[in-house]
């Protein structure tokens, strides 16, 4: 089914509201998702997995010794934006910040935070495991959008993990290696093209995935009433 951009964007944030997401993990959730969803990433599968889930995630912060601060529990969703400012506070102070996350509960949305930390003229690689494989992608600082470069579908380790690092020394090395024969890369261009077009053609979502999101938003919404009807509230009846 197609929707407008906004439209599930409204719809998702509601539906992680009442499956007990705080409001701002809630609104970053929802944005990274509806994102990937517009680029070809299946965003709204990846925000299925947080829905009625606890949080588990851990964290952990790099500098250029290698030494780590203990493995911390995520205040929030570390995947979407966290890790990023964590790693780029390391990198301010030591030329290169990196955070490792452990139990990620939708590891696709580190692409958004990619995506947001590249339009800030930053510098950032990533890499994330899932089902398909170990992915990696990249920002240059330059570009709005970020660059895809794949996924290695032999590297199935590390499942529900994520590295992000942030280097401001240039001659230091990722602290990862990055496949030669990677599937599916996207350019910075052709993710943008696919955004662009998105918000003119709306974007395709399943409708089953959008009926889960509808169920899960009823949990915000006030009973209705003849009173509540009779003065303009709504809400069981505004097409979602």
Known sequence: MKMAM?????????????????????????????????????????????LGATPVELYAVHGRTGIADPARHAAGLVGCLAAFELAWAQATQDGIGIVRVTNAMAPRLALFGLRTMGARARRFDIAWNDAKGRHFATASGCDVFPVYLGYDERDTGDREGIVVCCRTDEDLPLPYDVATDLRDGVSSAELEARYDDTLWCGLEADETQIAR????????????TAASREHGAGGQDDGF
């Open 6 to 50: 906004n439209e599930l964007v409204s719809l998702s944030r509601a539906a992680l509201e009442g499956s007990g997401w705080a409001q701002g993990d809630y609104e970053d959730a929802a944005d990274a998702a509806v994102w990937l969803q517009a680029v070809g990433f299946d965003g709204i599968g990846a925000l299925s997995s947080l």
């Open 213 to 224: 999101l509808g169920q899960w938003k009823t949990r915000v919404l006030v009973e209705a």
